[in-house]
């Protein structure tokens, strides 16, 4: 879903666990769809921890404890390991995520969520723990994701940590591109590049 990122202050969706790859994430039986409907894969996030085998609501899993919710996922270290499927990507946009936090990603899953016009925010070990210490003493912890500062706040502390981004990416997210927009919007500069 193509949207402008400025800045972003939301409640959290707290995930405090490590090595999260992405077959967890979307399980493999649902890279058959030959749908891209963001809904479809959305529904279907982390499939197999948030229904049980009958397909009813796991009550213990944090999507479906309504405490939470808010469109920024704060997870643990090593989010989106494993395969490169992009539909991991996919399902946490179509969630309605907008933003994952994380002490580490995967390289590749990093990139996919960027595509997928998902802020990936790389913080500090110390700054993940005191974000997942606020989130669960107060699920209305607000934290506030500037993407032109490249800070991330957490609102309860006022602690705030900066992050890198690449700038063609940070750019791209600010104007609501994809690559292809980009390529489009720079029509002009690469036509008079191949005149010279």
Sequence with gaps: MKQKFNIITSTCVP????NVDTDQIIPARFLKATTRDERFFGDN?????????????????VLNNPAFSGCILVAGKNFGSGSSREHAA????????????????????KNNELNNFVLPVTVSPDFLAELFDSITHDAKTLVRVDLPQQTVTNLSTSHTEHFQINGYKKYCLMNGLDDIDFLIESKDKIEAYERG
């Design 15 to 18: 995930l405090p666990l490590e």
């Design 45 to 61: 996030l982390f499939s197999d921890w948030r229904y049980n085998a009958d397909g009813t609501p796991n009550d213990d899993f």
């Design 90 to 109: 996919w399902a946490i946009a179509g969630y309605g995520f907008r933003v994952v936090i994380s002490s580490a990603f995967a390289d590749i899953h």
